[in-house]
């Protein structure tokens, strides 16, 4: 059997599921020098593919870097770095200054781009703005601002794949969407452009293979912008201004991003439904056992925080975890119980469960637990809604902030830690009062509703005032 064979009998087994085949057999092969040596990046990108299958992160991240040094092709080399250096986020102590260099390795990727022709001079009655992602995903924080954005901009929104939908508040809003799934980078943004949008803020960055940013490259708008939702700062130099907060960015950082910074009040506001606002709380019984819980994605979990919870446990004999992924995936599952195990954690008051909705709705998690230093936003935002404390620690990547940026919004600093130890002794201290925890769920929630972190009309007049005011002072040249 020859190498292509080779090559494509294993993607059919990660296709269907069977992974540690799939990598015994690439392992198999370098070590026979199969694999013509201009060929190994296919090997590594399926490396990498496995590890993300099995939420093996780190060797999912030193995966993708052998793919992107390998490879000879720009475009899956920008493609694999960006895989890379997203995932670089969620590894234990890696520090900005750390991660600088690789930010600037990524962006010598797109040097040699050749930006569109400038457009011609052109005024809009209103701006117009554009908001690109790979697909329509985590519209909790940004589909409710592009709806509300329509009554002072005309708002586009543009998804690269065809795996997507927009949220059916956009079309009744106005918000003019188009998915470019089928074009190249260059049909792309050439279509941006045809519509003459003003301002393109990126929803993607480095996820998804970093798809949005061979876009940008080609600077289909006067002015791009990134941030919001964001993990990181794009380390491209075009991409002109980052939306952020004080929390998030703070003062002495900015030399960590290659954008300029636009600090908002808050980084982040979360739409909540009628449904989630409205809907009853769960109860808990008084006698059954303290639960923490973690509904983040598993890739999030690494060894370090592991330790950290099985500390917590340990002062806390009587308390039990629940991890819960974002995917249904066995496989993931069977990761995260091999690393507690290996850990020596107490697996008799651990469950780990594969992806599945609703993870908070019954009320059996008493705190949810924030991963670090790759933190959870949308996970911290929805268990504030539920009325479920949340822990999280504040990093120092911006990654590592999300979550506390969501608790500052919400008005519940209280649960924001500085550092390993500081997590373990807020968590300690919520455990002092169980009853506590279970009767002041409506109260919590009703504070939460109450606080910026909801109030989508404050939130839609300071992003608006923030692009205004970079418009005015960067954009509206164009048109002279």
């Not at 009853?280 to 979990?301: K, S």
């Not at 991890?323 to 195990?341: A, F, G, K, N, W």
Request: glycine fraction near 6%; charge should be negative; include cysteine.
């Amino acid at each position: 059997m020859s190498w292509i064979e080779d090559y494509s009998a294993l993607r059919e087994d990660i296709h269907t599921g069977y992974i540690y085949e799939a990598i015994e057999a690439i392992l198999y092969m370098r070590a026979h020098e199969e694999i013509p040596a201009e060929e190994q990046w296919r090997f590594s990108e399926m490396m990498g593919m496995c590890c993300r299958a099995l939420a093996d992160t780190e060797g999912a991240i030193a995966a993708y870097f052998e793919a992107a040094t390998e490879d000879k092709s720009l475009r899956l080399q920008r493609e694999h770095f960006s895989h890379y250096l997203y995932l670089c986020h969620a590894a234990a102590q890696l520090t900005p200054k750390e991660l600088q260099p690789q930010f600037a390795m990524c962006a010598s990727l797109y040097q040699r781009e050749e930006p569109l022709p400038s457009r011609a001079p052109v005024h809009h009655a209103r701006l117009r703005i554009g908001f690109l992602a790979p697909q329509f995903d985590h519209t909790a924080f940004y589909g409710a601002l592009a709806t509300h954005l329509t009554e002072r901009y005309d708002v586009y929104a543009y998804a690269l794949t065809d795996r997507t939908n927009a949220p059916t508040s956009w079309e009744a809003a106005g918000v003019h969407t188009a998915v470019l799934a089928q074009g190249t980078p260059q049909e792309q943004a050439e279509r941006i452009r045809a519509d003459e949008i003003d301002i393109l803020i990126d929803l993607g960055g480095h996820r998804e293979g970093g798809a949005t940013l061979p876009v940008l490259a080609l600077r289909p708008a006067p002015v791009q912008m990134a941030g919001l939702d964001a993990a990181s700062t794009t380390g491209m130099p075009f991409v002109d201004a980052f939306l952020t907060d004080e929390l998030l960015s703070p003062a002495g950082t900015e030399e960590f991003y290659s954008e300029e910074l636009l600090r908002l009040p808050h980084a982040l506001c979360y739409a909540a439904d009628d449904a989630l606002r409205r809907a009853p709380l769960a109860e808990r019984a008084a006698d059954a056992p303290l639960t923490f819980g973690v509904t983040q994605d598993f890739m999030c979990i690494n060894e370090e925080v592991l330790k950290v919870w099985g500390r917590i446990l340990k002062k806390l004999p009587k308390a039990q975890l629940v991890l819960q992924d974002t995917e249904d995936s066995p496989l993931r599952v069977t990761t995260i119980v091999e690393m507690l195990d290996g850990l020596k954690l107490p697996m008799k008051r651990i469950f780990v469960k594969p992806g599945g909705a609703g993870a908070l709705d019954d009320g059996s998690v008493d705190v949810v637990l924030d991963t670090f230093p790759f933190s959870g936003p949308a996970a911290a935002a929805e268990a504030l809604l539920h009325g479920t404390p949340v822990v999280t620690l504040c990093g120092e990547t911006h990654t590592a902030r999300r979550g506390a940026s969501v608790l500052a919004a919400a008005g519940q600093t209280q649960w924001i830690a500085s550092d390993a130890r500081a997590y373990e002794r807020i968590v300690c201290t919520l455990a002092e009062d169980v009853a506590a925890l279970r009767t002041r769920r409506t109260v919590l929630r009703d504070a939460v509703l109450a606080s910026p972190l909801t109030d989508l009309a404050a939130y839609t007049a300071s992003v608006a005032a923030a692009l205004d005011s970079y418009w005015d002072a960067h954009g509206a040249k164009v048109n002279q």
